[in-house]
């Protein structure tokens, strides 16, 4: 997956678990797509400072990822509604149970 894509699901899924500033620093990084010298005037730091804060922002964002997996699943269930959506539209309703069952879990 793109590192850019990945990373904002990263944000919109566990941005409020980072400070203020991390949130920002990563939000006009990723969403705005800022480069480091804007986001750097726009916080009054140094670039150094802007790809540190992002950097650390993103190891704490991976390691919420890994305990609680909710990008992962969530990418796991998009999978599987476009599974069950083809075998709607192909008539299958036997493989739409056992998707739809699973599912609802």
């Known amino acids: 997956m793109e590192h850019f894509v990945r990373a904002n699901l990263l944000l919109d899924f566990y941005g409020q678990l980072l400070t203020a500033r991390q949130a920002l620093a990563?939000?006009?990084y990723y969403e705005e797509n800022?480069?480091?010298g804007e986001i750097a005037d726009e916080l009054g730091?140094?670039?150094?400072?802007?790809h540190d804060t992002v950097r650390r922002a993103e190891r704490?964002?991976?390691l919420y990822e890994s305990k609680l997996v909710l990008v992962a699943r969530f990418l796991e269930q998009q999978q599987e509604l476009r599974r069950l959506k083809e075998l709607v539209l192909s008539g299958h309703m036997d493989e739409v149970l056992v998707l739809i069952e699973k599912l609802t879990y």
Do not use: A, D, K, M
Request: net charge positive; proline share 0%; aromatic share 0%.
């Open 60 to 62: 704490q964002l991976e």
């Open 26 to 28: 990563c939000r006009l």
């Open 34 to 36: 800022l480069s480091l």
């Open 45 to 50: 730091i140094t670039r150094q400072g802007v």
